[in-house]
């Protein structure tokens, strides 16, 4: 079985899980995210979680190939962090991970894998949360840690799954590791070019205002986040990314009014550039947009007007182009029909305990 874990001590196990068991530990020293990225941004001072994802294929793991991930595509913007990560191999699967994280509120976590050959394949996501505390699976779906702080009582970390794979509760302790962790398996047979999805949201509830937050699986590309039980933001990747008439982007998000872009090169007909840009568009609490792109594109094109980039990147006031501003206001047409699309979660067997 190929696994992946490390000490949580860079962005590698959470952001992208760069290298697999069969690389050398040199290999996995040097993998890390790029130049300039923070990461603080995801779970802030708490850390980062562990994260162990596991594939096998027909009990042959030891003998297929495997290959390191790479980073695809990072997009630091002012609200939003969104980054892709990919490899061609695990264990007999591609696999891409993909994360959208909204600065002080949420981190979203999609794992997609596609079956290289037909088999029976056991996939497996093991989360550890990097605080003290006592934890509980709730409604086989949510993971709640109540942290040991006497700073701050009543904080907790949470873990909110789509349902999609079973879900249990791990205890570490037989191997020296006192450690509980989140374990998330699926086991069945896959043909080949058959998909796999896992949606995993994380939060911290820090006050009576931080709201709960929660996901609804769309699709194995698309899916929506909820506060406090209302639709708030639609997350979007692959083939959901590329929206016929409105976006081209790898991957993205919009509420009813916000749009946040990572590798778009159009956005319907209001921004067109040559080469892939990141971009978010806010409605408030004023109509601003961020553009980031390379260094070298010197230009961009906002409805039809060439717009100057300086080392790379644009901010610009939006209020006062009506052209835009209505566009903006379209999204709430597009929101809705994939809050249309989102399905209930199923209640997941809880499995006796987690494959070795």
């Not at 990461?39 to 042959?60: A, H, I, K, Q, R």
């Not at 997350?235 to 998000?253: H, L, N, S």
Request: glycine content about 8%; some cysteine.
């Amino acid at each position: 079985m190929t696994c992946v874990r490390r000490p949580v001590r860079t962005i590698t196990i959470i952001a992208c899980i760069c290298a697999v068991v069969h690389a050398p530990a040199a290999d996995l020293e040097e993998m890390t995210a790029p130049e300039g990225f923070d990461e603080g941004v995801f779970l802030g001072e708490e850390g980062l979680y562990d994260s162990v994802l596991s594939v096998s294929g027909n009990g042959e793991a030891d003998a297929l190939e495997t290959s390191n991930a790479e980073f695809e595509t990072l997009a630091d913007l002012p609200t939003v962090v969104m980054m892709e990560t990919a490899a061609q191999n695990l264990n007999g699967c591609e696999w891409v991970r993909n994360i959208h994280a909204r600065r002080g509120e949420f981190v979203l976590i999609t794992d997609r894998l596609r079956a290289r050959a037909p088999g029976e394949y056991t996939v497996g996501s093991d989360w550890t949360p990097p605080a003290e505390g006592e934890l509980r699976l709730e409604n086989d779906r949510l993971l709640v840690m109540e942290r040991e702080d006497p700073d701050a009582p009543g904080r907790r970390l949470l873990i909110r799954t789509d349902g999609a794979f079973n879900a249990t509760l791990v205890d570490g302790a037989d191997d020296g590791d006192d450690a509980v962790a989140l374990s998330l398996r699926f086991s069945g047979e896959l043909e080949q070019d058959d998909t796999l999805a896992l949606h995993t949201l994380f939060y911290e509830d820090t006050d009576a205002e931080s709201g709960e937050w929660d996901l609804r699986r769309i699709s194995d590309e698309a899916v929506l986040i909820l506060r406090d039980e209302e639709p708030d933001t639609v997350v979007v990747m692959g083939e959901e990314a590329d929206i016929p008439g409105q976006a081209r982007m790898r991957m993205g998000a919009f509420t009813r009014s916000s749009i946040w872009a990572a590798d778009m090169t159009d956005l319907r007909d209001i921004l067109r550039t040559e080469q892939p840009i990141h971009g978010e568009v806010r409605s408030a609490p004023t109509t601003h947009a961020t553009v980031i792109g390379p260094e070298d594109l010197k230009t961009i094109s906002v409805v039809g007007m060439p717009l100057m980039l300086e080392g790379g990147r644009l901010e610009m006031d939006l209020a006062g182009l009506g052209d835009i501003s209505a566009g903006i206001v379209e999204l709430e047409t597009l929101f809705d029909s994939f809050v249309e699309r989102a399905i209930e979660p199923p209640r997941a067997e809880l499995t006796p305990e987690a494959p070795a």
